[in-house]
T-cell receptor, first 111, second 119 residues
Framework: RKEVEQDPGPFNVPEGATVAFNCTYSNSASQSFFWYRQDCRKEPKLLMSVYSSGNEDGRFTAQLNRASQYISLLIRDSKLSDSATYLCVVPSGGSNYKLTFGKGTLLTVNP | GAVVSQHPSRVICKSGTSVKIECRSLDFQATTMFWYRQFPKKSLMLMATSNEGSKATYEQGVEKDKFLINHASLTLSTLTVTSAHPEDSSFYIC???????????????FGDGTRLSIL
């Protein structure tokens, strides 16, 4: 299993749709997980942190299944502004706080 | 919130030139900063971990003599791409971990990146 593997995408959805992204990770010792969004030619910006079974913030819900080493991100009522690449990020653990990034899933929300 | 400033945002220069990129934590101290590189349509790849007052730790395959890192203060790390060539053209991004954050379970704060183009 790759360190961090994401849905390859791309996803094209209409405004208002619900869309879900999946991510699997290989390091069973990882305790926390992050979803970042990255707009074209920009730096990643933190979207959500996931420390326990899940986290919800408005239209965004992240879920964690430690047994299956699986994280998901659900976006409800998609907006045009949600169009971006979504990165699943897993700390490598240890004292140097290294992050491993998934390749990202491109989402395009269409009017 | 924590702000990381990266400068310059865009560099275009001739092959053989050395380019210095600065990464500053504006409102917090950062003992540890990270340098990433991202090629088009690829994921961010960690190049090195920059530690204030000590040598950087480079990832496998990254040439330390090619990518010089200096972390001379708690708010500034610099990456110098020495004798840059077209294959070094990429998007370079730094991040910083605020001192006092717990180990391995806090997000990093990213700079806005430097797009380097070597002609």
């Amino acid at each position: 299993r790759k360190e961090v593997e994401q849905d390859p995408g791309p996803f094209n959805v209409p405004e208002g749709a619900t869309v879900a992204f999946n991510c699997t990770y290989s390091n069973s010792a990882s305790q926390s997980f992050f979803w970042y969004r990255q707009d074209c030619r920009k730096e990643p910006k933190l979207l959500m942190s996931v420390y326990s079974s899940g986290n919800e913030d408005g239209r965004f819900t992240a879920q964690l299944n430690r047994a299956s080493q699986y994280i998901s991100l659900l976006i409800r009522d998609s907006k045009l502004s949600d169009s971006a690449t979504y990165l699943c990020v897993v700390p490598s653990g240890g004292s140097n706080y290294k992050l491993t990034f998934g390749k990202g899933t491109l989402l395009t929300v269409n009017p | 919130g924590a702000v990381v400033s990266q400068h310059p945002s865009r560099v275009i220069c001739k092959s053989g030139t050395s380019v210095k990129i600065e990464c500053r934590s504006l409102d917090f101290q950062a003992t540890t900063m990270f340098w990433y590189r991202q090629f088009p349509k690829k994921s961010l790849m960690l190049m090195a971990t920059s530690n204030e007052g000590s040598k950087a730790t480079y990832e496998q395959g990254v040439e330390k003599d090619k990518f010089l890192i200096n972390h001379a203060s708690l708010t500034l790390s610099t990456l110098t791409v020495t004798s840059a060539h077209p294959e070094d053209s990429s998007f370079y991004i730094c991040s910083a971990l605020s001192d006092g954050q717990g180990a391995g379970n806090q997000p990093q704060h990213f700079g806005d990146g430097t797009r380097l183009s070597i002609l």
